[in-house]
């Protein structure tokens, strides 16, 4: 731990010469990522939905609707994974520990099942299988789901440091 701590305390040290305000340090994380998860991830999670269910009754809806998912949800694994990076660079800054806190277990474990699903699209689902469609879906339920009980670790542990 100590490793990490000393790899990230010259970043967090250039990011408090800047002199941001501590309400800023402590609570921009949330703030922001609050925003990522439950607007962009709520549309990402409605659009693939709705794909996958429109697909046998209305096939253009169901286009329209992954065409949009397609297109928001990388943008959301890039602000998730920044985000994951900030919320750690924000703890080095307050001189908080980093691996104790099960915000930052549920926050690796959802950036983990992310890069997974992300990894499962970029394959194209296996050559288009249907099993692994499925898979997705489920999993970016369970990553989105995950995200919802870390952003309550994440409240808790704004409100104890």
Do not use: C
């Not at 490793?3 to 408090?16: H, N, S, T």
């Not at 999993?139 to 808790?156: I, Y």
Request: glycine share 14%; no cysteine; aromatic share 10%.
């Amino acid at each position: 731990m100590n490793d990490l701590r000393d790899f990230l305390e010259p970043i967090a040290a250039g990011f408090r010469s800047f002199g941001v305000p501590e309400p800023i340090v402590h609570w921009g994380h949330p703030l922001m990522m609050g925003i990522v998860i439950f607007v962009m991830g709520t549309f990402v999670g409605l659009t693939g939905w709705r794909g996958r269910i429109l697909a046998s009754t209305d096939g253009e809806a169901a286009i329209k609707n992954r065409s949009e998912h397609r297109k928001i949800a990388p943008w959301m694994f890039l602000f998730i994974a920044l985000g994951y990076t900030g919320g750690i660079l924000s703890l080095v800054m307050q001189g908080e520990p980093i691996l104790e806190s099960p915000h930052f277990w549920t926050g690796s474990a959802a950036v983990g099942l992310l890069g997974l699903n992300g990894l499962i699209s970029a394959t194209k689902f296996g050559g288009n299988k249907e099993s692994l469609r499925a898979v997705h879906a489920y999993v970016g339920s369970f990553a989105l789901g995950l995200l919802v009980l870390h952003t309550f670790l994440g409240l808790k542990l704004g409100l104890s440091i």
